[in-house]
């Protein structure tokens, strides 16, 4: 009888092995089923002495256990398998009109602007941080340069937070100075940034724009360096058949300082309302850092010297499609929109 116990768990766990789901029940019914063929052997158990019964007894039930577990084992097997199979057919393809009938969405063009820019930057070893868009009127004037009741602080007219001593930034230019206060020299970083100027709207000014500023400090860098990076960078962004200007200009935080204009598209440089009737339109402000903000930063003005750049996103962003009027950006019409 115990060898015919184990010859059942054998045969059993041999079909178990290969059976599929329904083929398992019925060998569950075949083995431990009513009349099953350990069922038969507990039920004849009366049949044998006190001693047998005991012994063939708990062989049938460890018998049971044994096949009942190799059944359970393989169920799971083979449930697992066909939950694979299943996901693997049923895989859904988002990006298919049939599963996802919505229209697909994409960055604005100034987002799209800004990772465009910063992709570049970073292929020429800039790295990219971030500044704040309420600042203290120390970073956003003092620090550089622009002391207390300078007739150059009304050249941005500027959002107070009423109450403190706060602002929200004027540009990207106070993102300069928290670099400089984290890190030693050499430095070669872009900071991308909302900013705000509390002045009327026409076709290439909003109260709310976008700037990339950028700062390179090392011993040795000149105004050449500037020019270089900034014709490579404004050269790659736009292709090399643009026209650039370099014009001098004043701000307080560069000396020598410039201010750089390309063509305008939209005129061929004849003049126009976008470009104002000059022929070109104002990308950028630039300079030799002044002294006076690397000795705010507690930076060795005898030792080192930078460039800083202060890039309009949107003006780059109208140049570069040809739109001639910045406050399409704002407008969320989603005609506009979808063309990017
Ligand atoms: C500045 O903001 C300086 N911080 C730039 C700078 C940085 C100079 C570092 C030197 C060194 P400006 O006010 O000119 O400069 O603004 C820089 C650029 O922002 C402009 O060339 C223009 O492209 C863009 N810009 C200025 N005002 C507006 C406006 N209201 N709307 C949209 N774009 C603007």
Redesign the pocket.
Known sequence: MNNNIEEIVKEAILQIKTADLKTVENIKIKYLGKNGALTQILKSLSNFSAKDRKNIGSKANSAKSVIENEIESRKETLRKTLLEEKMQKEKLDYSSDFYFPFSKGSFHPIMQTIQDICSIFKSLGFSVAQGYEIETQWYNFEALNIPKNHPARD??DTFYLEGTEELLR????PG?IHVMESQKPPVRVIVPGR?Y?N?ASDA????T?H?I??LAVDEDITFVDLKAVLSDFIHKFFGYGIDISFRPSH?Q??EP?A?VDVQCVFCNGKGCRVCKNSGWI??????IVHPNVLKAVNYDSEKYTGY?????V???TMFKYGIDD?RLFYENDLRFLKQF
Do not use: D, P
């Open positions: 050249v941005q004027t540009h990207t230019s300069q900013v100027r002045e290439t000014h909003f109260s724009f700037q500023e950028g701000f935080f560069t300082s201010e104002e990308l950028l402000g630039c300079g800083a750049f202060g890039l309009g949107e003006r780059i910045i």
